[in-house]
């Protein structure tokens, strides 16, 4: 089974630009959620998606969001690039009817604002 | 607010060591837990989850607890190897939501 697949791997930005960062999901897993890993912040919760609908949103300003697709495939935008933003981005999927599944992350983008 | 703390932030250790990391949190209502480890550039493996009604998990070397009363939970890793060697995060998961909470994570190292 093909694992959690980020794209791109990396990505070079400028402030006040916009970002779309795409993730697909292990197949038959409808559960994907997104996390930014910085080294001052760790790792922090962006947003979770489940059959299209987002179940739960981190504390991240407006211009952070994400949408999931029927098929699964979920993406997050990031407008108005500020150099804050530059972290590495994770998504992670699980089957996701019930919470005691293990998560299971991609290898993630690397976000660059300069 | 659900804080999840571990320590040793690092830790150097000579092969074939038994090794303990640990992971406290500060709100016991939590649904499970889960391990992972991360090598430099890559993304998480989860290693085990323990759900909130048990005690241990097992797989292979490594051993996790959860003292969901005390708040902790231990990652015991027995006969190191110089392939342990990544740092190796803690995360909650918030009762009623679907939102982890990460630790800070411990950096390990293995010498051969």
């Known amino acids: 089974k093909a694992g959690v697949t980020q794209t791109p791997r990396y990505l070079i930005k400028t402030r006040g630009q916009q970002v779309t960062l795409s993730c697909s999901p292990i197949?038959?897993?409808?559960?994907v959620s997104w996390y930014q890993q910085t080294p001052g912040q760790g790792l922090q919760f962006l947003f979770e998606y489940f059959s299209e609908t987002q179940r739960n949103k981190g504390n991240f300003p407006g211009r952070f969001s994400g949408r999931q697709f029927s098929n699964s495939r979920s993406e997050m935008n990031v407008s108005t690039l500020e150099l804050g933003d530059s972290a590495l981005y994770l998504c992670?999927?699980?089957?996701?009817?019930?919470?005691?599944?293990?998560?299971?992350f991609g290898n993630g983008t690397r976000l660059t604002v300069t | 607010k659900q804080e999840v703390t571990q320590i040793p932030a690092a830790l150097s250790v000579p092969e074939g060591e038994n090794l303990v990391l640990n992971c406290s949190f500060t709100d016991s209502a939590i649904y499970n837990l889960q391990w992972f480890r991360q090598d430099p550039g890559k993304g998480l493996t989860s290693l085990l989850l323990?759900?909130?009604?048990?005690r241990e998990q097992t797989s292979g070397r490594l051993n996790a607890s959860l003292d969901k009363s005390s708040g902790r939970s231990t990652l015991y890793i027995a006969a190191s190897q110089p392939g342990d060697s990544a740092t190796y995060l803690c995360?909650?998961?918030?009762?009623?939501?679907?939102?982890?909470?990460f630790g800070t994570g411990t950096r390990l190292k293995v010498l051969a």
């Open positions: 197949s038959g897993h409808r559960s």
């Open positions: 323990i759900q909130s009604s048990q």
């Open positions: 992670a999927s699980s089957p996701g009817s019930g919470s005691n599944s293990p998560l299971h």
């Open positions: 995360a909650v998961l918030l009762s009623g939501t679907y939102k982890y909470i």
